[in-house]
């Protein structure tokens, strides 16, 4: 059975207004797909939508509590790691920076080791007038959109010779 991401309740899928779950199948050992996740910075050296992000302290990589910034479809936004299981879960709460309208997300990841390798989710909720406004109504859809194109790129990432 697969797990799912433990969300806050004020983050739940239902009481939140945009909610996203992306999944797939990775040829590579959930040790692997995890030493991409948790390597921020280089995120986009297989996505390169997430090519502003910084650790924020003295961690190189995210761990529990591991606070950082990003820039995300051209909005600084402020991160903390919220739950790290290594090799299995990862999950952080977010905020968009200089918005007043207490607009939150939530995004985890779990990695399930199956047979062939591991089995990659991703669910994100999001809530507030800002993400109603950008995601909602100007660019329905884009939330899978962006996690679907993520799941894929990191399995291929993951799957490459010079990740194993």
Not at 89 to 112: K, M, N, Q, R, Y
Request: proline share 7%; with cysteine.
């Amino acid at each position: 059975m697969l797990k799912r991401v433990k969300f806050p309740p004020e983050n739940d899928p239902g009481v939140t207004a945009l909610y996203a779950l992306n999944e797939i199948d990775v040829k590579a050992p959930a040790e692997v797909v995890w030493r991409l996740l948790v390597d921020a910075e280089n995120w986009s050296s297989y996505f390169p939508p997430e090519d502003q992000v910084r650790i924020l302290g003295e961690d190189t990589e995210l761990k529990l509590g591991t606070r950082y910034s990003r820039v995300t479809v051209g909005f600084p936004m402020s991160c903390v790691v919220r739950e790290c299981v290594p090799f299995r879960s990862l999950s952080w709460s977010t905020t968009v920076d200089g918005d007043e309208t207490g607009s939150t997300a939530f995004h985890g990841w779990i990695i399930t080791p199956t047979e062939d390798g591991c089995h990659l989710l991703t669910e994100e909720t999001l809530q507030g007038a800002f993400f109603l406004e950008e995601i909602g109504r100007k660019n329905p859809g884009a939330l899978y959109k962006y996690h679907q194109d993520w799941v894929e790129m990191l399995a291929r990432a993951a799957e490459a010779p010079a990740a194993s």
